[in-house]
């Protein structure tokens, strides 16, 4: 089965909340209103500023920002600063260290394509397209018409109330 880990999930909620924010944000400010454990994410905010993903800025006032807007964040940038390549099987991740059996093995190269086009598919999603939107504001009872019960009425005392 294909997952991202947890640590790549919560990145994606951290870009997605600094981008709502003015200014630097904290640590501790950005587990506040995302409710991920801080220390979860300070490993988060410093596994995306060594890949260039926020900023830092050290001091009194110091924090992390976006380096991009979200719409510059691919979801495989993310998943590759979170998780290193994004890779199916050892034979396609790049690293050179393959498998034991690499050699002799009938599937060799057979899944770089497969590789490929995941990556293709996570590189043509941005943060942007990720964000959640909140809904437009809708009322669950409309006001009754003329001749409709009010909401709160059951129908046999409406039915009693008309018939007065």
Known sequence: MLRLSKLTDYAVVVLVRLSGMDGVQTSPGLA???????????????????????????????????????????????IAAIDGPIALTACVEGTGMG??????????????????????ALSAITLADM??????????FDP????????????????SAAAE
């Open 131 to 140: 964000q959640v939107t909140l809904p437009p504001v809708f009322h669950l």
């Open 144 to 159: 009754p018409l003329p001749d409709q019960p009010p909401p709160n009425q059951p129908p046999q005392a409406a039915l």
């Open 32 to 78: 506040a209103t995302t409710g991920i454990p801080e220390p979860t994410v300070a490993k988060v905010l410093k596994a995306l500023a060594a890949s260039d993903l926020v900023a830092s800025q050290r001091g009194a006032r110091g924090g992390y920002r976006l380096n991009r807007a979200l719409s510059e964040i691919p979801i495989a940038d993310v």
């Open 99 to 120: 498998c034991e059996s690499q050699g002799q093995c009938p599937m060799r190269g057979r899944w770089d394509p497969v590789n490929e086009a995941i990556h293709k």
